[in-house]
């Protein structure tokens, strides 16, 4: 049973970091395709923020968070982590964590970030971005 779980959300002020962590258990990270995290504020439709494609460590990420947001894997670990840093409040909002099959086709850059292609999900960690 594939079951990814999330983990490091929390409050923080606006300028600061967090780490978020997925652990994946009846998975191995590496035999999936693309990693994703995604998020959904209230009142707004869940939205992709970074993915990794595990074929050639290809990263997408949207332009909302990039240069302040990084998306890793450690397959040691059975883990991939989204490092967050000068968070803004407009970041507040429920994050996920995904995977893809590897079976499943390549997905174009717009397509790595669309929730619909991703297959397995976490059940999301709250992060709070104010003062």
């Known amino acids: 049973q594939v079951r990814l779980v999330e983990s490091g959300g929390g409050s923080v002020q606006p300028g600061g970091s967090l780490r978020l962590s997925c652990a994946a258990s009846?998975?191995?990270?590496?035999?999936?395709?693309?990693l994703g995290w995604f998020r959904q504020a209230p009142g707004k439709e869940r939205e992709g923020v970074a993915t990794?494609?595990?074929?050639?460590?290809?990263?997408y990420y949207a332009d909302s968070v990039k240069g302040r947001f990084t998306i890793s894997r450690d397959n040691a670990k059975n883990t991939f982590d989204l490092q967050m840093n000068s968070l803004k409040t407009e970041d507040t909002a429920m994050y996920y964590c995904?995977?893809?099959?590897?079976?499943?086709?390549?997905?174009?850059?717009?397509?790595?970030?669309?929730?619909?292609?991703?297959?397995?999900w976490g059940q999301g960690t709250q992060v709070t971005v104010s003062s």
């Open positions: 995904a995977a893809r099959p590897a079976w499943l086709p390549i997905l174009t850059d717009i397509q790595a970030l669309a929730e619909g292609p991703y297959d397995y």
């Open positions: 009846g998975i191995t990270v590496s035999h999936y395709r693309y």
């Open positions: 990794i494609y595990t074929g050639d460590g290809s990263t």
